[in-house]
């Protein structure tokens, strides 16, 4: 493996041997991306990492020209054709060999038997998820007694992120951002919230491949518009099928996915000028906003940023109106739980790890606005993957 592959793989064997893991062996798309950076089309993938030496990727052979084999060692086995037989022999096969090549009999080996929030494949529309015959044939493979969950064990190892990985984040943030753009300079009185969700999805997906060399791109858009819908921006429902009218306030919520990386957003529009009461709020609210970004910095307690948002709102007399979280992790999921950024909440900044910072206020008969960009820790204070957003 070159360097920046190696070094990020070489950080998580460090890691499973201090806690006393012998190999990984995943299934959930997110963790193969994380393994190898393959992003599965189906999910039928599996990814084996040993304590030292490259993972092995196993895929269905349709999907090879999308691998990297610089990352890992790959096979392919077939799937989904009559002549390729049954999907569990096929597995049984290639895990058995694989722990008998790397003398993994009686080792303890990571499995994923805890995740419930998961990302989705490639392939959104028919998510595969490893559940019971999964467990049932990694016990037979590698002993039930030497099955430890690595649950808690990779998503604390993820949540800081490497160099590479923060320059594949920048990337999906940049296709997210070609989206969201179009749309808000598209906005006209009469239409519906599901159309400017489908035109943010359209740029994104016509326009994001090849992008720094994006392969695999996908993205979904929440809308909500006027002084009743974008209030519904707390809990991100389905884009509806309301009329924006001029001077609507217009939510965009948008996760975008690129090669497996995520990027959360959210941006704000009006249809026509906003007036003078909008650009107040959202001039408070950027200012919070800001003020939260500033406190992603090393050795900062995670609610630290939760802290400063309200503040600012509090003098501007909004804060009752801000009735969520400022933010959690982004990475190889939409929303990754470490960092968590609220009140109370326990833990501090590492070097590395990533955060969307989304303080929102949200008033009965005005509308809701939210302000959400993704910042990296760096060295020495926030590093914004995302553009940060001027004042109206």
Known sequence: MAGQERARIERLQSKMAAAGIDALVCKLPENVVYLTDYWPHHGFSVAVLPRTGKPALFVPEVELEYTRSEWADVTTFGWGLLKDGDLYENYRRLISGEIARL??????????????????????AEPVVPSGPWRSLMAELCGEAHLVDA????????????????????????????????ALGQLEPGMSEAQVGALVEYHIRANGPGHNGARLVRAEAEVGAGPVGSTKGTLLVPSSGYQIQLGDL????????????????TYMGVVGEPDPKQKEIYNYLLEAQQAAAGQVCPGNAFDAPDRAARQVL?????EAYFVHITGHGVGLRYHEFVPFLA???AGTFEEGMVTSVEPGVYIPGFGGMRIEDNVAVGPAGPIFLSTPRQPW
């Open 103 to 124: 003398g993994l009999a009686g080792a303890a080996i990571g499995v994923e038997l805890s995740f419930e929030i998961v990302a989705p494949t490639y392939r959104m």
């Open 250 to 265: 217009v939510m965009i919520e948008l996760a975008t996915m690129a090669d497996g990386y995520f990027s959360d957003l």
């Open 314 to 318: 509090q003098k501007a007399g909004l």
């Open 343 to 345: 009140p109370g909440s």
């Open 151 to 182: 649950t808690d064990f990779l998503q604390g190892a993820r949540a800081t992120k490497s160099a590479y990985e923060l320059e594949k984040l920048r990337t999906a943030n940049e296709i997210a951002e070609m989206g969201l753009r179009a």
